[in-house]
């Protein structure tokens, strides 16, 4: 059954924080069986930094396909591959774009490797908080395991050796929990999608 952790109730509503009662209450509206648990806990502060730490490496994960000319090639050719709708003319204005915006956040003013190493100290800091048995927070995956299998599933599963890659294999609880939330979530997924 799926449970809802979110704060304690206050003043006769089921959560005292805007966005966990907007879920209780989507679920309510949508008929789904839920269980409710309040949480006071350090877990919230943990989900919290790996959520902006995911935030961050996601620049660096993007700036290593669209704009480090190393890995580019190799993307570019598995999209048109796998996605024959799309043409190198259309990617190369994404990557255009991409480049604008990573420039203006930031990652794009960085030399490749150095771009890279910031997402090596990223995952590095993940890979201490993953166990080399369960979940972050137990037994069981929760949303902030969720949160880390997006991107470890994209970096270990890419089909070019980036240094991303490289330490995402070296850290073997990093490797375990990817294949665990990959077999718990994988669906067939038909050419088409």
Known sequence: MLTLYSYPSLFGVADNNGYGLKVFAFLRLAGVAFQHEHIFDAQRHTDHLVTRLLDHLYWVMSYSRWKDERYWPAFRDALLREHPQLNEEGLLKVKEHNALRYHYQGIGRYEPDAAMARGVADLQAIASLVPESGYVHGDRPGS??????????????????????????????LVRHCHALHAAVSVAVSPEA
């Open 144 to 173: 902030i395991d969720a949160g880390i299998y997006g991107f470890i599933a994209n970096i270990y599963f890419y089909d070019s050796d980036t240094p991303l890659k490289q330490c995402v294999a070296a850290h073997a609880s």
